[in-house]
């Protein structure tokens, strides 16, 4: 057990944050089943906010009655994968608010992870380093990694190499749109028809998004994705049609993501969320 003294945090309250993929390049496919991809995923502030605290037993609530709180949901694994590397014998009560919509394509459930391995590191005063924290996040999935950099980053791999970037020269505000239906990421990565996507090369891009402060949007993902459920599709033309600039995909979908200011007209059960990006200093949480 942890012994909890009286001079000892014991208690924790943490935001996790959402992500948007700004631009996602899938490569190839590797023998593991995973894509190799390019992106460039920055950080939002729509987040939710984690409560730890530490106890005599585990427990994991959340606000939202759909979310598992069994070891389905990537907190429990974090907790467990923490445990069992570090060999500290500690029990630790989360309790999820849940804002980041899930099957979105937004990170919720990853960043959530990413969290908890920030709050055990300094409740348990393991005091494990960045590239230790890092390494556990990649067993836990593939964009749980990019939580820990500092809010904008340059991913490749199956998403879990990272390389941290400053934040990008301009203060971005815009959109999220949710639909009321989700897209399981593992299906469109499945569907995907790697020899019908476009040979963009994603360093490019990156040099201009830093060099010349000019944003590219785009989403390999996205035909798949549209495939599945053609009701994407028809969603993204309504928000084009109406003006939005720049929209993208979120990652395996099913929200997007644009730039403008001004707020969508939307159908029924569709909920938009303001957003800004979001980036943290070194040492310091969201
Ligand atoms: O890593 P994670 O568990 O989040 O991935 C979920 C699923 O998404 C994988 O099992 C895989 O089918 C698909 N995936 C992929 N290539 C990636 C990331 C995810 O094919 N780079």
């Given at each position: ?193 790697l020899s019908q996507l476009l040979n963009i090369d994603p360093a490019a891009i990156l040099h201009e998004i830093t060099t010349k402060n000019t944003l590219h949007f785009f989403n390999d993902l996205e035909t798949s994705a ?61």
């Amino acid at each position: 057990m942890v012994k909890v003294d009286s001079t000892m945090t014991n208690t924790l309250t943490l935001k996790s944050p959402a992500k948007v993929n700004l631009f996602l390049r899938v490569l190839n496919k590797r023998e593991d089943g995973y894509h190799n991809i390019a992106s460039l995923f920055q950080a939002l502030n729509l987040c939710d906010t984690l409560h730890f605290t530490l106890s005599d037993s585990d427990s994991l609530t959340c606000t939202d009655p759909a979310i598992p709180t069994d070891s389905k949901n990537l907190v429990i694994k974090a907790i467990d994968l923490f445990r069992a590397k570090t060999q500290k014998n500690f029990c630790v009560k989360v309790h999820i608010e849940k804002k980041i919509p899930v099957e979105a394509g937004l990170g919720g459930g990853s960043s959530n992870a990413a969290t908890t391995l920030w709050a055990l590191n300094e409740l348990c005063t393991t005091n494990l380093t960045t590239e230790e924290l890092l390494s556990m996040a990649a067993e836990i999935g593939s964009d749980v990694p990019f939580f820990l950099s500092q809010g904008t980053a340059f991913c490749s791999g199956r998403g879990e190499l990272l390389q941290s970037m400053q934040p990008l020269p301009f203060n971005v505000k815009g959109w999220i749109v949710k639909p009321p239906y989700g897209m399981p990421t593992p299906a469109v990565y499945q569907n995907l028809d790697l020899s019908q996507l476009l040979n963009i090369d994603p360093a490019a891009i990156l040099h201009e998004i830093t060099t010349k402060n000019t944003l590219h949007f785009f989403n390999d993902l996205e035909t798949s994705a549209f495939k599945l459920n053609p009701e994407l599709s028809s969603l993204k033309e309504s928000l084009v049609e109406q003006g939005a600039e720049g929209v993208i995909m979120c990652g395996s979908g099913s929200s997007f993501f644009s730039i403008s200011l001004q707020s969508p007209q939307i159908r029924e059960n569709h909920k938009v969320f303001d957003v800004e990006f979001l980036n943290r200093s070194s040492n310091q949480w969201y």
